[in-house]
Nanobody, 125 residues
Framework: QVQLVESGGGLVQAGDSLRLSCVAS????????MGWFRQAPGKDREFVAA????????YYADSVKGRSTISRDNAKKTVYLQMNSLKPEDTAVYYC??????????????????WGQGTQVTVSS
């Protein structure tokens, strides 16, 4: 059973930074792509960032490009999302996700197969 546990959210001010973490368990980690999505109140869940299983390629939504960095540590079975220059519109629950296909494409337009419980990020103006 794949489990994803996010942490690192919180209440911050505009312009601050946060690093979200997601620890995976229940299967091999290094051969699967990983991603982050977010969902704001009253809105659909949307793609934020993704990283290939090799870690060699990363992808970002336009709304966070240049302000965020996704990375992975296979030894710790952890994927990170570093977010800088946070804005009030970044306020959302952030979810970690992965697919069921080893060596496959990262979760982007197609959402992942497994999800964490989410971590709340609130950015005050």
């Amino acid at each position: 059973q794949v489990q994803l546990v996010e942490s690192g959210g919180g209440l911050v001010q505009a312009g601050d930074s946060l690093r979200l973490s997601c620890v995976a368990s229940g299967r091999a980690f290094s051969t699967y792509p990983m991603g982050w999505f977010r969902q704001a109140p009253g809105k659909d869940r949307e793609f934020v960032a993704a990283i290939t299983w090799t870690g060699g390629s990363t992808y970002y939504a336009d709304s966070v490009k240049g302000r965020s960095t996704i990375s992975r540590d296979n030894a710790k079975k952890t994927v990170y999302l570093q977010m800088n220059s946070l804005k009030p519109e970044d306020t959302a629950v952030y979810y970690c996700t992965t697919t069921g296909v080893p060596y496959g494409p990262p979760p982007m337009e197609t959402m992942g197969d497994y999800w964490g419980q989410g971590t709340q990020v609130t950015v005050s103006s």
